[in-house]
């Protein structure tokens, strides 16, 4: 078993979520036309175009049984059904789909429609690891993960503020509104007021 990339970063690590997988980029951010290969030998079950994914594949391990997706795909080389070796070239990295850099979402399943698996500890498991230990790879992938989901926090708690404020700004405007339709109503009132007392000791009145 290898890793599918070769001068590689960790960009996003997701676990225990409904997105649970790895964003692998080029080592270089924006670097084209590198290459993703095979993690073990196996068969390509489908390969497609998505809204969100570009262009994907799934293949399936011939001795671990596992899937294997990736996503956002520059260019596909291999077709569906087709039998592949490990370290074969599958197709190079972009941006297709719902992306905002060259790189590939990609996941580790148990079944091709579920049963995800943490993908780095997956191929540290298989003793898979590219010119650091496998520890500091796995340490620093989590910790991005961590501060990724850490800023999403964030951001939901300003988001709450956010609409706090905008509903005690909308509570403000409120009762401004109706200070001004009072004090209306008081302007008038003494208007005549003001009126009743002239015409009452006779000031304003025609001789």
């Excluded at 898979?128 to 910790?143: C, F, H, L």
Aim: hydrophobic share 35%.
């Amino acid at each position: 078993m290898r890793f599918p990339v070769d001068n590689f970063r960790i960009t996003s690590y997701q676990v225990g979520n409904h997105k649970e997988g790895v964003d692998i980029a080029p080592n270089i951010a924006g670097t084209p036309n590198v290459r993703i290969n095979a993690p073990e030998q196996g068969q390509i079950k489908e390969v497609g175009v998505g809204s969100v994914e570009g262009k994907y594949l799934f293949m399936k391990g011939k001795e671990t049984g596992k899937w294997y997706y990736f996503g956002h795909f520059a260019s596909i080389a291999v077709k569906a059904n087709q039998s592949v070796k490990e370290g074969q070239k599958l197709g190079v990295m972009g941006a297709s789909g719902q992306a905002t850099g060259i790189h590939t979402h990609h996941e580790v399943r148990h079944l091709r429609t579920g049963g995800r698996i943490d993908v780095l500890k997956w191929y540290l498991r298989n003793g898979v690891y590219k010119g650091k230990s496998a520890e500091q790879w796995y340490d620093r992938a989590v910790e991005l993960g961590e501060s990724r989901n850490a800023w999403r926090e964030k951001a939901k708690a300003l988001q709450l503020e956010l609409n706090e404020c905008k509903a005690t700004t909308l509570a403000l405007r409120e009762e401004l509104d109706k200070c001004q339709e009072e004090n209306t109503g008081l302007v008038e009132g003494i208007k005549e007021a003001v009126k009743y007392l002239l015409n009452l000791i006779g000031v304003g009145n025609d001789k």
